[in-house]
């Protein structure tokens, strides 16, 4: 892997190791305050630590660090866990439709769950039912941080974040899959009739989507991979790979699926890797768990400015940011959807709120200018 350093193949192979409980390898000449910094970027320092823990040629100092690290981790987990625990309940008792949604799902396919770190709890849920999940949300503490156009989202000190899902991807996105009979297709849990459990074709079809949004956007890291190939290892046999191949060809990525199933089977069975697969090995590792924010943009610049200047597609940017479609602002702001007449105002409170924020405000208008013109 002459492309890929040694500090991230060695990742890789530890991330393997985790993955099919086998014992760890020693390997000589590792920087473990880089492997560590990596390992963060990527969200599996939980997975790989418990391995270095047992490799005597790992300094003390390095194994304190991911030992601090993981017991942070994991302190976190077990708080969200109970609030996990205690919003499910008052669904149920509310008789609110809900299904557990891409790390609440994969992390049981994982040898142990706390080896899958999340960065919060996903559910699709009856969008019928939005106002009484705010109150719900509301009364255990929450404050609404976003209401966008696929999902509610809150969050509670320190650590707990929900994202109440009504669709699966942005309309607005050119990338958006459709996933209109979930719920036809998922199976009703045996003890709680209003917990729901997606049909395995589609926990595994919409893995792939979510990682080609990304990969596709902004970039994404190893993770997504470790989630597909663990998904694969146990229940590949039941997947239905006709219906699959026909959505994801559907979807336009069969490719991109092909190319990240050989690719995470390979990698996390310590196979030898083709040029070519390395090469995208390469492109996983170039980036955090969810991709770069920079990249994102410029990528999203760059379709603006096709038949047009870079500077003009900036310029189009920064209109779109300080008046969002009014789709975005309905969004946005649910007061707007039974007084689309207080538009204007909402438009003004927006501009006024940039304002009071300068720094964020004016570090986006940096970013946006740092993009190279073409």
Same mark, same amino acid.
């Given at each position: 892997m002459s492309k890929i350093n040694k500090e991230e193949?060695?990742?890789?192979?530890?991330?393997?190791?985790a993955l099919n409980e086998k014992e760890p390898e020693q390997e000589d000449g590792i920087d473990y305050k880089k492997l560590l910094s990596l390992a963060k970027k990527h969200q599996v320092f939980n997975a790989v630590y418990p391995l270095l823990d047992k490799l005597d040629g790992v300094p003390d100092?390095?194994?304190a660090r991911f030992r601090d690290h993981t017991m942070s981790e994991l302190?976190?987990?077990?708080?969200?866990?109970?609030?996990?625990?205690?919003?499910?309940?008052e669904l149920t008792s509310k008789s609110i439709r809900f299904m557990p949604l891409k790390g609440l799902i994969i992390k049981a396919y994982y040898p142990k769950e706390s080896m899958r770190q999340m960065s919060d709890n996903d559910i699709l849920f009856d969008?019928?039912?939005?106002?009484?999940?705010?109150?719900?949300?509301?009364?255990?503490?929450? @404050?609404?941080?976003?209401? /966008?156009?696929? !999902?509610?989202?809150?969050?509670?000190?320190?650590?707990?974040? $929900? %994202?109440?899902?009504?669709?699966?991807?942005?309309?607005?996105?050119?990338?958006?899959?459709?996933?209109?009979?979930?719920?036809?297709?998922?199976?009703?849990?045996?003890?709680n009739p209003y917990l729901y459990h997606m049909d395995i074709n589609d926990v595994y079809i919409y893995n792939v989507c979510h990682m080609f949004k990304h990969f596709s956007s902004a970039g994404c890291g190893v993770r997504f991979l470790?989630?597909?190939?663990?998904?694969?290892?146990?229940?590949? @046999?039941?997947?239905?790979? /006709?219906?699959? !191949?026909?959505?994801?060809?559907?979807?336009?990525?069969?490719? $991109? %699926?092909r190319k990240t199933r050989e690719l995470a089977i390979k990698l996390f069975s310590d196979e030898e890797l083709s040029y070519e697969e390395e090469e995208l090995l390469g492109v996983f590792l170039n980036f955090?768990?969810?991709?770069?924010?920079k990249i994102k943009l410029s990528r999203?610049?760059?379709?603006?400015?096709?038949?047009?200047?870079?500077?003009?597609?900036?310029?189009?940017?920064?209109?779109?940011?300080?008046?969002?479609?009014?789709?975005?602002?309905i969004a946005d702001y649910r007061a707007l959807e039974k007084r689309p007449y207080l538009l204007p105002a909402y438009y003004a409170y927006r501009l006024i709120k940039g304002a009071l924020h300068p720094k964020e405000t004016l570090g986006e208008v940096k970013s946006v200018n740092s993009i190279n013109n073409k």
């Open positions: 193949y060695y990742l890789c192979r530890l991330l393997g190791f100092e390095e194994k302190k976190r987990m077990l708080v969200v866990n109970n609030e996990r625990d205690i919003i499910f309940a969008f019928e039912n939005r106002d009484e999940v705010a109150r719900i949300m509301k009364s255990n503490g929450y @404050k609404t941080v976003a209401t /966008g156009e696929n !999902s509610d989202d809150y969050h509670k000190e320190p650590y707990s974040t $929900f %994202e109440f899902h009504r669709t699966l991807f942005f309309e607005e996105h050119n990338f958006c899959p459709r996933f209109d009979d979930l719920w036809e297709r998922a199976t009703q849990d045996g003890e470790a989630d597909n190939f663990l998904l694969l290892k146990k229940d590949g @046999k039941k997947l239905d790979f /006709g219906y699959v !191949s026909a959505k994801l060809d559907e979807y336009g990525i069969l490719d $991109f %699926e955090g768990i969810f991709g770069s924010e999203e610049l760059e379709a603006m400015s096709k038949g047009a200047s870079i500077n003009s597609a900036k310029r189009s940017y920064v209109l779109k940011r300080l008046f969002p479609p009014k789709k975005k602002m």
